[in-house]
């Protein structure tokens, strides 16, 4: 079992940046690959960007390739979110996801635990 908690959301004007990040509990946080997706008023969860549990391979959506990056510190089980150059459209509820696997993946259902998400809000 894993236990993620997501912190750092907040509100920020347009080209500002913000991170993310997210503290696991539980075992073996090294094994798993880790995911951000994002879930706007009205719309479905998208994936954001995805990480392998060697941090050798990273994966974004299209929308945000080049503005954000994921990291991730094994010894402290916690996973990052860096986005830069934030648009009004990154508006969302941001998540965290584990999956207990060696493959990164972008859908949602693929994912075995969720954080209970944190609210990030970029101003025009």
């Known amino acids: 079992q894993v236990q993620l908690v997501e912190s750092g959301g907040g509100l920020v004007q347009a080209g500002g940046s913000l991170r993310l990040s997210c503290a696991a509990s539980g075992r073996t946080f090294g094994s798993y690959a880790m995911a951000w997706f994002r879930q706007a008023p009205g719309k479905e969860r998208e994936f954001v960007g995805a990480?392998?549990?060697?941090?050798?391979?990273?994966y974004y959506a299209d929308s945000v390739k080049g503005r954000f990056t994921i990291s991730r510190d094994n010894a402290k089980n916690t996973v990052y979110l860096q986005m830069n150059s934030l648009k009004p459209e990154d508006t969302a509820v941001y998540y965290c996801?584990?999956?207990?696997?060696?493959?990164?993946?972008?859908?949602?259902?693929?994912?075995?635990?969720w954080g209970q998400g944190t609210q990030v809000t970029v101003s025009s």
């Open positions: 990480i392998s549990w060697s941090r050798d391979y990273t």
């Open positions: 996801a584990a999956r207990n696997s060696i493959v990164v993946v972008s859908t949602v259902d693929r994912y075995d635990y």
